[in-house]
């Protein structure tokens, strides 16, 4: 794309070697082609995978989006090479740029999540090793204590906290009062008072008092999962979209409503229908949902995490 600017290069990449197949086309064939299916095969898997399940995920989307205009390309060469007068355009290098791109946010990710998972670590280390599950029974009477590891808590548990000990996980109290000291994740010095119904934070200490906490965990953040239900509909919708624009303008075109000026004078009303569906398709690929949003989300985890396991 950048040599196609340079005057004396240009030349050389314009010059046709068999009808009106140019040395341009053919370089970009050639060094878009492992991208497509060596370094984008990623893109394949996940897929086969998702549509194996009955699902249709963001990888079905750039599968989808970079083959047509990856095979579109194809058929301009082809048909180049076979006309004397053809004067298609070939979009090689937007399915190289697709995967490229989508693959160096997708690093970025990885380098994210990476940080975050190092905040997190850090963080678990505030919590004790052990903690003490309660079984009650329906009126909420305590009928047996039992010292378990505290990673193995789960949403819902009760725990009992004595005094002395580490609060092993968040959450709320159903029982007793104290009062914990939470410097080490808020900065606060002076110990905050805790009864019925407060919620505490897993790390912080218990001073006084004998405390029973339900535990709780961290639920999908609301954006995560707006961007979840959206993203179920929104792969099924691009293609439908798609579709829709190649039959609204093959129809428009055999209709006559617009102008046959409009139509490329080697091409017909269906190859500039389909030109428009799969730009339709290729925009929509590297989408906001399937990568910003969940990166964005783990990010602020690993900041919170960070700041909770520094304070």
């Not at 193995?152 to 029982?175: C, E, F, M, R, T």
């Amino acid at each position: 794309m950048v040599f196609m600017y340079i005057p004396g290069i240009k030349h050389g990449l314009d010059t046709k070697v068999v009808n009106m197949l140019t040395i341009g086309e053919l370089i970009r064939w050639v060094l878009s082609t492992p991208v497509q299916f060596i370094i984008g095969r990623r893109f394949y898997t996940g897929s086969y995978k998702a549509l194996r399940h009955g699902s249709a995920n963001m990888d079905v989307l750039i599968a989808l989006g970079t083959n047509a205009a990856y095979f579109y390309s194809v058929y301009s060469v082809l048909r180049a090479a076979t006309s004397s007068d053809f004067m298609g355009t070939d979009f090689f290098e937007t399915s190289s740029m697709l995967i490229s791109f989508i693959l160096l946010g997708k690093y970025l990710e990885i380098l994210a999540k990476g940080k975050t998972s190092e905040a997190i670590a850090k963080l678990m280390d505030l919590a004790p090793e052990t903690a003490t599950l309660l079984t009650l029974d329906d009126e909420g009477n305590v009928i047996r204590e039992e010292e378990v590891d505290s990673r193995l808590i789960q949403k819902n548990d009760v725990i009992k906290i004595i005094p002395g000990a580490k609060v092993a996980s968040d959450g709320y109290v159903l029982w007793g009062q104290s009062h914990v000291n939470e410097s080490m994740i808020t900065g606060e010095a002076r110990p905050v008072a805790k009864r019925k119904g407060d919620t505490v934070i897993g790390g912080t200490l218990n001073e006084n008092g004998v405390l029973h906490i339900k535990a709780t965990r961290m639920a999908k953040a609301p954006v995560q999962k707006l961007a979840d239900r959206i993203s179920k509909f929104f792969v099924p919708l691009v293609i439908t979209l798609s579709l829709s624009t190649w039959l609204a303008w093959f129809l428009a075109g055999k209709f006559h409503g617009y102008p046959e000026s409009w139509i490329p004078s080697s091409m017909d009303s269906f190859e500039l229908a389909l030109q428009f569906g799969i730009s339709v398709m290729v925009i929509a690929c590297p989408c906001a949902l399937g990568l910003a949003t969940p990166t964005a989300v783990m990010v602020g985890t690993g900041v919170g995490a960070s700041t909770r396991s520094f304070d």
